[in-house]
């Protein structure tokens, strides 16, 4: 099975929560921070090389996702955030409780709201600031309405589920192809 890939660049070493999960084939180089009990997903690439990614606790990148800063933009996802399968998050900011749509794109200086949910497929353009408590979608993403007591616990169940979801993956066994094959 292909391990995670950690890298230094230019002295700067990836700091892992010791409860944190980082799941097989995932690339984290640089200046990359994983707060505890968060968790970063098959297939994603978090690149720390010009400015810090900074993830807080019981936070979750889901597989394919990337995310990467660039100089004077650094990536910020704070706590109890979920960031859907193939999403970008590129020099933007995260506040708390905020669901990112799967393949949705957040641009430079773009900051999210605590408590938003930002819909599948949404591109939030470079330096928007959406409130908080928020529900924005489309290209470029608008507000389209106040999030409800429904999408407040569907942030919740989110974040909730992957931190469980990371306990179980952690007892992932390997298998060889004449394993499964036939």
């Known amino acids: ?62 597989d394919l996702s990337v995310l990467h800063a660039d100089p004077g933009y650094p990536v910020v996802i704070r706590d109890r955030v979920t960031v859907g399968h193939r999403a970008i998050v590129h020099g933007a900011t995260v506040e708390s409780d905020v669901l990112i749509g799967m393949g949705a794109i957040l641009l430079n200086g773009a900051r999210i709201g605590s408590g938003s949910v930002v819909a599948a497929g949404a591109v939030v353009t470079p330096g928007v600031e959406i409130p908080e408590n928020s529900l924005v979608a489309g290209i470029p993403a608008k507000v389209i309405r106040p999030v409800r007591e429904s999408d407040t616990a569907m942030i919740g169940h989110a974040f909730e589920s992957y931190v469980r979801k990371s306990d179980v993956h952690r007892g992932l066994e390997p298998l060889s192809p004449g394993e499964v094959i036939g």
């Open 1 to 62: 099975m292909q391990e995670p890939f950690f890298g230094a660049l230019d002295g700067h070493r990836p700091r892992i929560a010791g409860d944190a999960f980082v799941a097989p084939a995932t690339v984290v180089v640089g200046r990359v921070s994983i707060g505890t009990r968060s968790s970063v997903w098959y297939g994603s690439v978090l690149r720390g090389d010009d400015e810090e990614i900074v993830i807080g606790e019981d936070s979750n990148v889901q």
